[in-house]
């Protein structure tokens, strides 16, 4: 390609590093050739780069048989029960099931169109502070001076 005759200023130095890189591609194998390019695709090397010696054979290998008889399957235990949710998040999920009853459908609990949007945004923001206050790690205890760590 000759882009001295595209540009009114000269030769482009782009160009030339474009050029250098197209033909070092040309060198390592087969490149697709581009609309316009007079030149044909250069063939690949017949033979790879980097050969693999063929791999002497072995022992003869037999087939994998598992002995069912010396070998028991591992049984995983039982897993522990599901935790019980104590009265404080249930008042929390309630607060959050109540708030969303009552922005989709508050007619179900008795309450008109107009005030169903805003209680049911209040029961949403109480019970989701309420569950994330349970969250705040509680107060060390002071009458526990059993174990205070290491001491030297």
């Known amino acids: 390609m000759n882009r001295e005759a595209d540009e009114p200023n000269g030769p482009d130095p782009a160009a030339d590093e474009f050029e250098a890189i197209v033909a070092g591609w040309r060198r390592e194998g087969a490149v697709p050739t581009w609309p316009g390019d007079e030149r044909p695709p250069v ?7 980097f050969a693999v010696p063929p791999v002497p054979p072995g022992p003869a290998h037999r087939p994998y048989e598992p002995e069912t008889d010396r070998f028991e399957h591992f049984i995983p235990p039982e897993p522990p029960p599901l935790p019980r949710i104590g009265p404080p998040a249930a008042v929390g999920i309630t607060l959050l099931v109540l708030g969303l009853v009552l922005i989709i459908a508050p007619n179900a609990v008795g309450i008109s169109d107009v ?3 805003p209680l049911g945004l209040l029961a949403l923001a109480a019970g989701l502070g309420w569950l994330v206050l349970r969250l705040w790690p509680a107060p060390p205890d002071e009458r526990d ?3 205070n760590g290491a001491q030297i």
């Open 145 to 147: 001076d059993d174990d």
């Open 43 to 49: 063939e690949p090397p017949r033979t790879p780069p």
């Open 115 to 117: 005030y169903g949007l």
